[in-house]
């Protein structure tokens, strides 16, 4: 095997960001805006910001997770893990740790 291909030579991607999340372990993002996990439904808010990196922001993107475009949070499952968004026409579950990735401001 060559060395450094396998996972035991693979680097673990760590987040800069203190806390339990991009906006800490309070949830509080800078400026006012918060994490998509801490909003309570009926919301509508704004994307700020998407936090992460590699597939999972490519998905979040993919799935119309963009800058400036306006979302609705509808619904949390019973047990709060996942939450329901529309976004433009489509209708949305997120884990709360990919919903956690997305910064959103209160409009």
């Not at 801490?38 to 119309?64: F, K, N, S, Y």
């Not at 949070?73 to 919903?99: C, K, M, W």
Request: net charge positive; with cysteine.
């Amino acid at each position: 095997m060559i060395k450094g291909y396998g996972w035991r030579h693979r680097r673990r991607h760590r987040h800069r960001q203190g806390g339990h999340g991009p906006c800490g372990s309070g949830g509080v993002c800078a400026g006012g805006a918060r994490s998509l996990d801490q909003m309570a439904p009926p919301a509508i808010c704004t994307v700020r910001r998407l936090h992460g990196c590699g597939p999972a922001r490519q998905r979040l993107l993919d799935l119309g997770f963009q800058p400036g475009r306006e979302i609705k949070v509808l619904r949390n499952a019973p047990l709060y893990d996942p939450v329901e968004v529309q976004v433009g026409d489509t209708f949305i579950a997120l884990r709360r740790t990919e919903a956690r990735h997305v910064e959103v401001s209160d409009d």
